[in-house]
């Protein structure tokens, strides 16, 4: 910019007229627009995921309420960080099921919930799907940390990367806490049905044909991982879930992993 241009701006501000001036060179500096993350606190609504019992045999954790634990505080960091966050959940009571056939198979499964939050997820233009679990186990030994993403799609390349930093941040934050999880690894989702299909949430659309009597019409659209964080079956990590620095120690793991994952970019 020339030096009377300059003066002319600098004119023009002073009067309260720049935005008179039609090349604004104040645009240019302005941020970019925050990313979107959605986040999808696995269960809810009645559907309570796994539902472990305790050494004396009652219910005192479920799934649903240590996703949502988790969640809650992952959005709360992420805000805090600049990000505009979206969850398919906010509470106990939203579910990923009935009452509407989202998916349109003439049924009311809770696949037409996993449909909703895929639709959300897609009309909300986020930039990650982020998707809170923790694992169950009929062997009450089974404990560790896995997160799941989808070889299968055009940015497979993309939630793969998400996926490992992921798994490597949250091991991370649970190990400064004093807990030393397993690495259970990052996993294409098509292992847990045996390579017979995907995770709903993740993976392709079937079109509007069943596939094993799964109707999956509508697919995300954007990189997305599915982390299984801690086993709610293992009496040990049950009770690291209930505790409010676990679950932010997980969510400072799932947020840290965002942060680094949009530095490379
Ligand atoms: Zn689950």
Redesign the pocket.
């Known amino acids: 910019m020339d030096k009377h241009r300059r003066t002319f701006l600098k004119l023009l501000s002073a009067l309260g007229l720049y935005s008179l001036w039609p090349i604004h060179p104040v645009v240019a500096e302005e941020k970019a627009a925050p990313k979107i993350i959605y986040i999808n606190p696995?269960?809810g609504g009645g559907d309570e995921?796994?539902v472990p019992k305790n050494a004396k045999g009652a219910v005192d954790l479920t799934?649903a309420q240590a996703n949502l634990g988790i969640s809650l505080k992952l959005a709360e960091l992420l805000r805090s960080r600049g990000y505009t966050v979206i969850l398919s959940r906010e509470d106990g009571g939203k579910a990923e099921g009935p009452p509407e056939d989202t998916n349109g198979d003439g049924r009311f499964t809770n696949r037409d919930g996993l449909q909703r939050v895929v639709d959300e997820a897609n009309e909300s233009k986020a930039d990650l799907f982020i998707s809170v679990?923790?694992n169950a186990s009929s062997a009450k030994s089974a404990h560790g940390t896995e997160v799941y993403y989808c070889a299968s799609r055009s940015f497979a390349d993309k939630s793969k990367r998400l996926a490992r930093l992921t798994l490597a941040h949250i091991v991370e934050e649970l190990k400064k806490t004093g807990y030393e999880s397993l690495n259970r690894g990052i996993k294409n989702d098509t292992v847990l049905y045996r390579n017979r299909g995907h995770l709903f949430v993740l993976g392709p659309s079937t079109g509007t044909s069943a596939w094993r009597r799964i109707v999956h019409p509508r697919e995300t659209k954007m990189p997305g991982i599915l982390g299984e964080t801690l086993f709610v079956s293992n009496d040990t990590e049950a009770a690291l879930l209930r505790r409010d620095d676990i679950r932010a120690a997980i969510a400072r793991g799932y947020a840290d992993a965002v942060d680094e994952y949009f530095q490379e970019a």
């Open positions: 696995g269960h995921g796994a799934e679990h923790n």
